[in-house]
Nanobody, 119 residues
């Protein structure tokens, strides 16, 4: 059992920056990777970024590459998403996810945090 709680969302102007946090609790030792997804009104959920817990390997969706950075602090069981040069199209609910070692899938999801970028 893993619980994920996001924080750090808010309202920013285009070109601004924001840092999201996702704190994991429960059976955190079983997590192999963590990631961020987002969903805008009327659109499907979209992959944003992921990171392997041990190797720190990262991967990004093309539209955020070079602007967003995902990182993890294993001591705090927390993953971060640093977002720079934000655009109005980045506006969405950002959701944290965790992959458990025994499944290789995105097993747990947070409730999400709203990010709004004004033009």
């Amino acid at each position: 059992q893993v619980q994920l709680v996001e924080s750090g969302g808010g309202l920013v102007q285009a070109g601004g920056s924001l840092r999201l946090s996702c704190a994991a609790s429960g059976r955190t030792f079983s997590i192999s990777r963590m990631g961020w997804f987002r969903q805008a009104p009327g659109k499907e959920r979209e992959f944003v970024a992921r990171i392997m817990r041990n190797s720190r390997y990262t991967d990004y969706e093309a539209s955020v590459k070079g602007r967003f950075t995902i990182s993890i602090d294993n001591a705090k069981n927390t993953v971060y998403l640093q977002m720079n040069s934000l655009k109005p199209e980045d506006t969405a609910v950002y959701v944290c996810a965790a992959d458990i070692e025994s499944t290789g899938t995105w097993d747990y999801w947070g409730q999400g945090t709203q990010v709004t970028v004004s033009s």
